[in-house]
């Protein structure tokens, strides 16, 4: 559709003289200020103008009771009742407006202990609530079930599986760097006539599921095979052992040609794609796209690529052995924090590179860079929360537990309350700007929330934790902790630990 088409098509649209009347939601008070609304608008002469009424929740209580009024009466009648000043100081208002305001409480119209409006008004409410619960509550518990994965790793004796999943972190680690490459500014520019392939992978879902998504795939499924590698014991040099004419490759060179290796590879792929899919009538833009890549990617950035590759698998190769040298030894630090040194190895690595190639590369193409690495760490950040919550939460509230319910109870309460507050931005009548009740009121809200979440997540994975223990007493499951493993609540962290790490 052309620019003159779409104006021609909108004048359409607007010649006929319509107009419509659009009240909002929000409850009692939106209601209100609907029938101001209309009552200004009947005395100015406006309301029979409009043709449409529009209206949501409070606005549809308002609405439905005006429609109503003009089946029964007419239009003329209301319109008439609706601008008239009041004539008696006893009944100052028409009977159907004089019944709106007597049944206000349009949720539950009669109050009382033993009122049905009351109790249906509860029904409704844990009705609600029941059904929000069985679709979050297990999604929630499916999240907090990740970081067990990690916690149960398998026996060394799966090796096969140690070069599946080294592989397969390997291509996971190409698909960031080759999406980045082809989403950077001055490359996505020449493609903007070409395939639909790269014009519908430029926004930030496509960046979540093409770039942030296969980096922590890579980082679990790397950290995953190095744990399985190690657990074994022995000297490393020997398990991971190359031999290029008769010499040994020690283990940091290899970790380094590694790095060297995906990073080019990463690169490598996107000068392929845009030959491949560039069609025969478009193929000039195609041979367009890629001058452009490869003028960005000349000969001096192409050594930056392989010293920052190094770089970076010299990083790697520090954090597996002087950080980890042995995951099974504190396998609940490695699950929490491993997954994420490894994808900051890879944020080092990118950012030495475009630090070397600077002089060459555009500002958009920098900006880019920048907010990738943001997304980046935020998922890094997420993934270590998490694991934190899962494998530690529950052994906090073993320590704390009376602070912990009160903090837990107390701060559920003051989100619901506080969150609901019509004072919780303002200030009261005769506080100080930056009294402590103010700041109390304003930060309340925001620091409970949180903590009540943790507390809830923490409360989820305990659970997690008997759920598990219930069913391997049921199910004749292998398992290592034994008939005569405490139920819970347990008396000590030790339960918790045990089925977390046994529970294969």
């Known amino acids: 559709m052309n620019e003159k088409l779409v104006a021609e ?11 419509a009347l659009c ?19 009947a005395r100015h002469d406006l309301l029979h103008q409009f043709h449409y009424l529009s209206t949501v929740s409070g606005g549809g209580y308002v609405g439905s009771w005006l429609t109503s009024w003009i089946h029964r009466k007419g239009l003329s009648h209301v319109l008439q009742e609706l601008k008239n000043a009041p004539t008696s100081k006893l009944e100052p208002e028409p009977k159907p407006i004089r019944h709106l305001r007597e049944y206000s409480n349009f949720l539950t119209p009669q109050l009382g202990l033993l009122s049905a409006d009351t109790w249906t008004l509860v029904a409704t409410y844990l009705r609600n609530l029941l ?58 520019e020449a493609l903007r006539g070409h395939r639909h392939f790269f014009t519908d ?19 679990l499924l790397l950290t995953t095979a190095w744990a399985w590698l190690r657990n074994s014991g022995g000297v490393l040099d020997e398990q991971v052992s190359l031999t290029i004419l008769g ?28 030959l491949q899919v560039g069609s025969r009538e478009r193929w000039n833009a195609g041979v367009l796209a890629v001058k452009k890549f490869r003028r960005a990617f000349d000969r001096s950035q192409f050594q930056f690529l392989l010293l920052s590759g190094a770089l970076g698998g010299l990083s790697a190769w520090i954090l597996a052995t002087k950080f980890f040298p042995y995951p099974g030894r504190n396998i609940e630090y490695y699950v929490c924090f491993a997954a994420t040194l490894l994808i900051v ?57 009376r602070v912990l319910l009160s903090v837990g109870g107390v701060t559920g309460l003051l989100s619901l309350l506080l969150g609901f507050s019509a004072k919780t931005p303002g200030q009261g009548p005769g506080e100080q700007k930056n009294g402590w009740q103010t700041i109390a009121r304003q930060y309340a809200p925001v620091l409970a929330a949180p903590i009540f979440i943790l507390i809830l997540a923490a409360s989820l994975a305990l659970l997690t934790s008997w759920m ?15 008939p005569d493993a405490p139920l819970l609540p347990f008396p000590d962290p030790s339960g918790h630990f045990i089925i977390l790490r046994h529970a294969n």
């Open 468 to 482: 598990i223990e219930e069913v391997a007493r049921v199910v004749p499951l292998q398992t290592d902790w034994g």
């Open 247 to 274: 010499q040994h490759i020690p283990t940091v060179a290899l970790f380094m040609a590694i790095g060297m290796v995906v990073h080019t590879i990463g690169w490598a792929i996107p000068i392929a794609l845009l």
């Open 23 to 41: 009240l909002s939601g929000g409850g009692i008070r939106s209601a209100t200020f609907g029938l101001g609304v209309l009552q200004g608008l």
């Open 201 to 219: 992978r430029e926004g930030q879902g496509s960046f979540l599921r093409w770039c942030l998504l296969p980096l922590l795939t890579s980082g």
């Open 345 to 401: 190895t890879f944020l080092f690595a990118g950012t030495l590179y475009v630090g070397l190639v600077s002089r060459s590369t555009s500002d958009q193409d920098r900006e880019w860079w920048a907010r990738s690495g943001a997304w980046m760490l935020i998922g890094t950040v997420v993934w270590s929360a998490l694991s934190l919550v899962v494998i530690f939460g529950p052994v906090w509230m073993f320590h704390l537990p």
């Open 131 to 188: 059904l929000n619960w069985l679709a979050i509550v297990p999604l929630l518990l499916a999240v907090l079930m990740i970081p067990r994965f990690g916690m149960a790793t398998p026996p060394i004796e799966t090796r096969g599986h140690l070069w599946i999943f080294l592989a397969a972190g390997f291509v996971c680690t190409t698909i960031p760097i080759a999406y980045i490459c082809l989403n950077l500014p001055t490359v996505r």
């Open 9 to 19: 098509l909108y004048a359409c649209l607007r010649q006929p003289p319509r107009a």
